[in-house]
Nanobody, 124 residues
Framework: QVQLVESGGGLVQAGGSLRLSCAAS????????MGWFRQAPGKEREFVAA????????YYTDSVKGRFTISRDNAKNTVYLQMNSPKPEDTAVYYC?????????????????WGQGTQVTVSS
């Protein structure tokens, strides 16, 4: 069992920056690939970014490439999402998730554990 707790959400102006954190507890954090997903009102939850167990490889959905950065610190059992130049369309509840797969996945069903989410609101 892995417990995930997100933090760092809030209100940010478009063009600003925000860093989300996700602290993990329970089983060995480095044994899981990690992902960030988001869900806007009235929309399905969607993939944002993922990072491999070691942190060596990352992957992003096209809409955030060049603006968001996912990273992890296995010593601190934490994964981050640095959001630079956010846009109003990035407004959503952001969730971190852990996957026991080797490699990366963009599919929700491949993730075994989920946090409770943190709200990010980007004002124009």
């Amino acid at each position: 069992q892995v417990q995930l707790v997100e933090s760092g959400g809030g209100l940010v102006q478009a063009g600003g920056s925000l860093r989300l954190s996700c602290a993990a507890s329970g089983r060995t954090f480095s044994g899981y690939a990690m992902g960030w997903f988001r869900q806007a009102p009235g929309k399905e939850r969607e993939f944002v970014a993922a990072v491999t167990r070691s942190g060596a490889t990352t992957y992003y959905t096209d809409s955030v490439k060049g603006r968001f950065t996912i990273s992890r610190d296995n010593a601190k059992n934490t994964v981050y999402l640095q959001m630079n130049s956010p846009k109003p369309e990035d407004t959503a509840v952001y969730y971190c998730a852990a996957s026991s797969l080797v490699g990366l996945s963009t599919a929700l069903r491949q993730y075994d554990y989920w946090g409770q989410g943190t709200q990010v609101t980007v004002s124009s």
